[in-house]
């Protein structure tokens, strides 16, 4: 039981570039989310989904697409990254129901963009 | 809207000291609010939520609704109490989605 899987750790990238952070989860858990974690500004939610197929804005969704086709995935996209968007990121999931908002955190991933 | 307030970024004191740290939140619906510790080199976790009324690694927090507060204390701190804490407000009733506040730096010196 790997609970909730980051890749990368660490990626730097040039601004104009795109990337997508991975993001899995093996705990069958339908609600997954985005967070981004800056100096002072604490987790910002960027999107979230409730389950496969569904996908919602959070509060700093702009430069971020997100997409859910399976349960178990649910990765980030930055199409075209800016350095505002140098940031932590962490996915989160936790099951719907009884246990919501109980959030089980990925390592996070630690992304630079120059 | 919904808003969770931790005043203070850090927070020093010795081992055996009691600990507060502060945080308040703006909700208008009924508020369901819990406290996430993230240590060195570790992954954010839950440390307690208020339904759950419990103490956890000595922790304890009252929802005080008259002063919309949710204040997590301990008695006596302890060094591996160290740590980056995050009060968070569920946004609805029953909703995974979370407010999360801006995190208090809790040291406890020796």
């Known amino acids: 039981n790997a609970g909730v899987t980051q890749t990368p750790k660490f990626q730097v990238l040039k601004t104009g570039q795109s990337m997508t952070l991975q993001c899995a989860q093996d705990?069958?858990?339908?609600?997954m989310s985005w967070y981004r974690q800056d100096p002072g500004m604490g987790l910002r939610l960027i999107h979230y989904s409730v389950g496969a197929g569904i996908t919602d804005q959070g509060e700093v969704p702009n430069g971020y697409n997100v997409s859910r086709s399976t349960t178990e995935d649910f990765p980030l996209r930055l199409l075209s990254a800016a350095p505002s968007q140098t940031s932590v990121y962490f996915c989160?999931?936790?099951?719907?129901?009884?246990?919501?908002?109980?959030?089980?955190f990925g390592a996070g991933s630690r992304l630079t963009v120059l | 809207a919904q808003r969770v307030t931790q005043p203070e970024k850090l927070l020093s004191v010795f081992k055996g000291a009691p600990v507060e740290l502060k945080c308040n939140y703006s909700y208008s619906g009924s508020p369901e609010l819990f406290w996430y510790v993230q240590y060195s080199r570790q992954r954010l976790q839950l440390l307690l939520r208020?339904?759950s009324r419990e103490s956890i690694k000595g922790f304890t927090a009252d929802l005080n609704k008259g002063e919309t507060s949710f204040h997590l204390k301990k008695p006596f701190a302890q060094e591996e109490d160290s740590a980056m804490y995050y009060c968070a407000l569920s946004v609805s009733e029953g909703s995974e989605k979370l407010v999360f506040g801006k995190g208090t730096k809790l040291t406890v010196n020796p």
């Open positions: 989160a999931s936790s099951p719907t129901g009884s246990g919501a908002n109980v959030l089980t």
């Open positions: 208020h339904i």
């Open positions: 705990m069958n858990h339908e609600y």
